[in-house]
């Protein structure tokens, strides 16, 4: 077993900064007219799955909703805030920004849901918004959501994911919009439903006494009734004019006459009020509002580096002192934004009266951003002040950090925020995106950032060294594309400059090329060299800054050491590869998922069905079209074949046509070739043999292709062509293909394949009244799978090989075993026939009718505990488990006992006496 790399490098990787003040209200300064009537109208509404509030801007959206969240956080609600940007439109980020949201109320509810965006992009959407509605279910605490400013959000992708939370979760989770329009929300089918609260501009509007209230009692102003009355029907009640009007009324001797020349719609008066009340301040101050207003928000250094202006801190409180629509956005007073409706008024003064400040000001919010790590506020104001050299040179300085720390969502978001056509000429840049492509399995997107980065570098003259190194890097790249589409005839031509040159070059690239030449390796039966190449790339592997290099080299060397019969040694690999995946990228994250594969594919070679189940179903949550094929064989082909031997065959059929269509889209023949073989296995344990021969002709054939792959696609055919042969009852063309079979097998020192191979034979010469042909086969594949422990290896050849078993039993008993073969252990053979026997009888299938089915003991331990009324935390803690597994337990004990739920499972337990 391998050492742990150097604890230095197995720190989990920060999540990028996030700007704090999206994940809670505005903080107000000074007393707020409360709203008593439309709280009222809220806690009328009761726990509605949506409510939304949606007026123009100025109508006191925010203000409303954060009084509401005052009035629920009393009741004992969990209070979310997320406050969105227009970066949510990439609904990767919306979903970090939403987790980070509930993250910092309930962190709990949220752990590692990061990570898996991280990983899996936005293929893992819908597994992390069902795990937050589960999440929040079962917690069983009230839960409110307030989504602010969803307007700015126009993205189908994000839209739908917002429509999915809202569907979808229970009535613990009460979500609250506020929008300036009702587009992308389920409006009508909760409308009939009951479950949407809507307050509208409407009903935002200040009557009179509201009115009064915000002008005479808290505004201070000297206002008859009838003014007080005029105002309020002159704006409508529209809370924006009537504080713009309380500003412009400070300090008139005659406020009433001010109010009668009042007129005309909002807009018109917006401009006229905003006029008047700028008109009216002193210089230095009218001048900090143009020179602020250009971020999105800002605090006293910013505003200072903006401004010129060494007392910004001072400025902004001074400025919040007078009622200048500057909201404060935490309760310490460091962080602020202006109403966006007066922002904007500036922003188009500014725009009017000086439009080259815009773009200094631009650049000086871009630095400040840079300087402070908020790369994303950087480039956007890079972008904005025409500046894209600098947004593009900031992204490619920290592009590949972001891809080493398998951040690669975010750089593909900030790539999204440059022009297309500034990156086309940017080396870097180019290779850092087809890293991050390739990393999440987008090969099409990944190709094309790389043949521009070759367009790039054959027509522009670069020094010959960055151009080589360049090349290097760009060639593995190149090679991991390839594999991960199977395609393995160049990759080591492609990665074997970068191995020689190892020394010179980054530990990353390095790391991957020695993963890279291992898997051809593995592909060509030569499993020694694998691990031998492996050995070497360790020390790359721990200089490498994230996951993934250092996890698939210990998945490679488990695999070679599978394929090589020392179990053991692969099992040990398998582990250390999840322990540094959960380490490093959190029990989530793809590179977890991709390890637990595996160990869950060795498992169920041991014949541990259960906690094989367990890993390979973790597996299937996020999606398993992810990694080289290996893991995606495991994913569908191993757990069909559980499902199946479960009694569940709907379940397994279900599986491989998913892995089916995974097959077609990513061009994958040697995945369909075992997905089909698969089906081929259920279709004749069923009895359909006329399909079994249907799906075993349409098997890819590997003719036309080269190497280990074509070989492996090949030898399945021929595998399932024998099978059916023998269903058929064609046992002498069976035992023909498997004789040929186990041959070339054996000639390429596959040792595991030869043995399944050589079980095969052996029932083949069975069924076709050859006994002693038959205990000949068979007794040399158990020999060779007594050593390794192999079990399913040989009990997969079927139910038709435990008459062969236990022929071998009686003549070694008897002393007939053939002087000359070698002797199968007792012991091994005693518990193949023990397994081969338990699933003859059916000891061990489950089926998915309504009733009662036997379950484990373990589960049995689970369900009293659930009974006695404990909840999955107090399970995992009195058992010795992860929650997870106890939730994975949960699963099957709901789908062996047909029900939907905690109460009818403990209730179904109760009726069928599993509990006395």
């Not at 069975?766 to 006994?771: D, I, N, S, T």
């Not at 689970?862 to 949960?890: C, F, H, M, P």
Request: hydrophobic content about 45%; aromatic content about 6%; overall charge negative.
């Amino acid at each position: 077993m391998t050492s742990p790399p150097d604890p230095h490098l197995r720190r989990r990787t920060p999540p990028p900064p996030m700007p704090q003040t999206r994940f809670r209200p505005p903080v107000a300064s000074k007393t707020l007219v409360p709203r008593t009537r439309l709280l009222a109208d809220l806690r009328a509404g009761g726990r509605a799955r949506l409510t939304v509030i949606h007026a123009p801007a100025g109508y006191g959206k925010s203000t409303l909703a954060a009084q509401w969240c005052e009035a629920l956080a009393q009741e004992d609600a969990a209070i979310a805030w997320l406050s969105v940007d227009t970066d949510d439109n990439a609904v990767v980020w919306f979903l970090m920004h939403l987790i980070e949201a509930i993250r910092r109320v309930q962190p709990a509810l949220a752990a590692e849901l990061g990570q898996v965006l991280e990983d899996h992009g936005g293929d893992a959407e819908r597994y992390v918004l069902t795990t937050l509605i589960n999440d929040i279910d079962e917690h069983g605490r009230r839960f409110a959501l307030i989504i602010d400013d969803w307007h700015r959000v126009t993205s189908p992708e994000t839209i739908a994911a917002l429509g999915f939370l809202i569907e979808n979760s229970s009535h613990n989770l009460q979500i609250v919009v506020t929008s300036r329009t009702q587009a992308g929300l389920p409006l009508s089918a909760l409308r009939i439903r009951g479950d949407l609260i809507e307050i509208d501009a409407a009903a935002l509007r200040f009557d009179t006494s509201e009115s009064r209230s915000l002008l005479v009692d808290l505004g201070g102003l000297s206002l008859e009734s009838d003014s007080v009355a005029e105002l309020t029907d002159t704006t409508d009640g529209w809370v924006a004019a009537l504080q713009l009007a309380a500003l412009s009324l400070r300090g008139r001797r005659d406020p009433a006459e001010f109010v009668r020349t009042m007129s005309g719609r909002h807009h018109t008066i917006a401009e006229f009020l905003a006029e008047n009340v700028l008109d009216t301040l002193e210089p230095d101050i009218l001048d900090f509002l143009l020179a602020t207003c250009v971020p999105e928000r800002l605090n006293g250094d910013l505003a200072a580096s903006l401004a010129g202006n060494r007392r910004g801190q001072l400025m902004l409180e001074r400025v919040e002192e007078r009622d200048l629509f500057l909201l404060r956005l935490d309760e310490d007073g460091e962080w602020f934004r202006y109403h966006h409706l007066f922002a904007d008024y500036l922003r188009r003064r500014l725009e009017r009266d000086d439009p080259d400040r815009i773009q200094r000001l631009n650049t000086v919010a871009a630095q400040w951003f840079a300087r402070h790590g908020m790369i994303k506020e950087a480039v956007v104001h890079y972008c904005a002040a025409g500046d894209v050299e600098h947004a593009v040179d900031l992204v490619e300085r920290e592009a590949m950090v972001l891809v080493e720390h398998s951040r690669m969502v975010d750089l593909l978001g900030l790539v999204g925020l440059l022009p297309v056509e500034s990156v086309g000429d940017q080396p870097t840049l180019l290779t850092a995106i087809a890293w991050a492509n390739c990393l999440l399995q987008r090969p099409n997107p990944a190709q094309h950032s790389l043949d521009r980065l070759r367009e790039f570098l054959a027509r522009t003259p670069v020094d010959a060294a960055i151009n080589a190194d360049t090349q290097c890097e760009a060639d593995v790249v190149q090679a991991c594309i390839d594999v991960y589409g199977d395609r393995l005839d160049r990759a080591s031509a492609l990665v074997g400059p970068a191995l020689e040159q190892a020394e010179d070059g980054q530990p990353f690239v390095v790391a991957v090329a020695a993963n890279i030449d291992s898997f051809v390796d593995i592909q060509n039966s030569r499993f020694a060299a694998a691990l031998t190449r492996q050995r070497w790339a360790r020390p790359y592997q721990y200089r490498s800054r994230g996951p993934f290099v250092g996890v698939y080299g210990q998945c490679f060397s488990g695999i070679a050491a599978f394929a090589a019969l020392d179990l053991d040694a692969a099992e040990r690999y398998f582990n250390t590869a999840v322990d540094l995946a959960r380490d490093l990228a959190g029990p989530h994250s793809h590179a977890a998922q991709l390890a637990g594969a595996l160990l869950g594919d060795l498992r169920y070679e041991r014949n541990d069905l259960d906690g094989a189940a367990m890993l390979l179903e973790e597996s299937q949550e996020l999606g398993a079209e992810s990694g080289v094929v290996e893991f995606m064989q495991a994913s569908y082909g191993t757990l069909a074949r559980i499902r199946a031997l479960a009694g569940d065959r709907v379940g397994a059929l279900d599986l491989l046509s998913e892995g089916a269509a995974v097959a077609d889209r990513l061009h994958l023949p040697r995945l369909a070739s075992r997905i089909g073989a698969e089906r081929v296995r259920i279709l004749l344990q069923a009895g359909q043999i006329r399909d079994a021969r249907r799906a075993a002709d349409a098997l890819p054939s590997g003719a036309g292709g080269r190497g280990g792959v074509a070989a492996t696609i090949m030898h399945t055919r021929k595998s399932s062509e024998a099978m059916v042969l023998s269903a058929e009852g064609d046992h002498a063309a069976a035992i023909g293909h498997l004789t040929r079979l186990v041959d070339e097998l054996t000639r390429l020192g596959q040792l595991r394949a030869a043995v399944t191979a050589r079980a095969q034979l052996a029932v083949a010469y069975q069924e076709a009244g050859r006994p002693h042909q038959a205990m000949r086969a068979l007794g040399v594949a158990l020999c060779a799978a007594s050593r390794a422990r192999l079990r399913r290896s040989v009990l997969d050849a079927g139910p038709g090989l435990l008459p062969v078993l236990g022929n071998i039993s009686d003549a070694t008993r008897a002393g007939r075993w053939p002087v000359d073969a070698e002797q199968v252990p007792p012991d091994y053979l005693a518990e193949l026939i023990a397994a081969g026997a338990a699933e003859s009888s059916g000891a061990t299938a489950r089926t998915l009718s309504p009733e009662l089915r036997e379950l484990s003991a373990r589960e049995i331990d689970v369900l009293r505990l659930l009974a006695a009324g404990l909840t999955n935390q107090d399970i995992a803690e009195r058992l010795s488990l992860t929650v997870n597994t106890v939730k994975w337990y949960l699963k099957k004990i709901y789908a062996t006992l047909g029900v939907t739920n905690r109460t009818e499972s403990v209730a179904a337990a109760h009726a069928g006496g599993l509990l006395n």
